[in-house]
């Protein structure tokens, strides 16, 4: 079953004619369709291509949220082996909306962490919809703690809308765990590398993506703040998203001109929704790739690099 978005409702209704037909087909009436059927997909592959060729910043917000969008789980089940993984702060709790453990990629032994936002309402509920709370960085810290440790390399996967703003949170040092993650991200003398798949939201996001290569799926997005939440600060009125997601400048395309990511990594047409393989397998390379270009580096010309990289965020869009 396809979810459409707001923008692919005129798609949403070739496609669905087109179901149509096949179901008449099938029925035995003795009609033959399947020409008029071929005809209204080609109309709607033609139709996919113009939506998807020049998106907005806002449509690309709603591309990046879809519900049916390969998680980190899909990834780490697709290019991980012998994953295990590890649970709890060793403080207060376990935050299941920061996965990780550790695993093999490429046959390598790495450390991966990722943001899980759940498939459906019961595990969307359980994962508090990809929102970490404090023990969720504090469980990336103590992951870091061991991959330094033991010389293997971080492979993060970021999708939040941001960190959980909740009270209790807040009582139990939300923005000092995030500080913390982002803190142990410059300081592990181990490669680093990170993916963002869908939303990258805020602080919450940053405390992952602080990494010595960034890749980023071509329609999802990565922000200080989410689209809603300036627009209520800026305008006071959350239904100037649109215009907020423009400002913001939060497109795997404008962050690239900006030097904040390195990689855009292409989806299939229609979004990874429409191919979680070939987009999970994308991902993939890139992660491998960016692996490859830090081998042979010490810890200390690792963490010299990425500071420099981090002090320089947004100077290559400045400059030109």
């Not at 070739?14 to 087909?25: T, V």
């Not at 390969?70 to 994953?83: Q, S």
């Not at 982002?182 to 993506?209: D, F, H, N, R, Y």
């Not at 191919?275 to 010309?301: C, F, N, R, W, Y």
């Amino acid at each position: 079953m396809i979810t459409y978005l707001e923008f692919e409702k005129p798609l949403s209704e070739i496609e669905g004619k087109a179901a149509e037909l096949r179901a008449l087909a099938k029925s035995g009436e003795g009609v033959d369709l399947s020409k008029e059927a071929e005809a209204l997909d080609r109309k709607a592959a033609e139709m996919l291509r113009e939506l998807y060729k020049s998106l907005s910043p806002w449509q690309k917000c709603q591309v990046a949220r879809h519900p049916n969008r390969p998680h980190c789980k899909d990834y780490i089940e697709a290019l991980f082996t012998e994953f295990t993984p590890l649970a709890g702060d060793r403080n207060f709790a376990d935050d299941q909306a920061v996965m990780g453990g550790l695993a093999r990629f490429d046959d390598r032994p790495v450390i991966v962490i990722g943001h899980e936002k759940g498939h459906d309402t019961q595990t969307r509920i359980a994962r508090n919809f990809g929102m970490a709370r404090p023990e969720g960085y504090r469980k990336a810290i103590r992951l870091m703690d061991l991959a330094e440790r033991f010389g293997l390399p971080v492979i993060t996967l970021v999708d939040t809308p941001g960190a959980y703003p909740g009270k209790g949170a807040e009582e139990r040092g939300q923005a000092e765990a995030i500080a913390r993650s982002t803190q142990k991200c410059l300081q592990i003398g181990v490669p680093l590398v990170s993916a963002i798949i869908g939303e990258g939201g805020s602080g919450g996001a940053v405390a992952l993506a602080t990494a010595d290569r960034v890749a980023m799926l071509e329609h999802s997005v990565y922000s200080v703040i989410s689209p809603e939440g300036c627009a209520s600060i800026l305008w006071k009125d959350a239904e100037k998203m649109r215009e907020a997601a423009e400002a913001l400048r939060l497109t795997a395309q404008d962050l690239a001109k900006l030097g904040v990511i390195d990689r855009i990594v292409p989806e299939p047409l229609g979004g990874a929704q429409r191919d979680p393989a070939a987009s999970i397998a994308a991902v993939g390379k890139a992660l491998g790739e960016m692996l490859a270009e830090l081998d042979g580096k010490t810890g200390a010309q690792l963490m010299k690099a990425r500071r420099r990289r981090l002090l320089d965020l947004g100077a290559k869009g400045l400059a030109a």
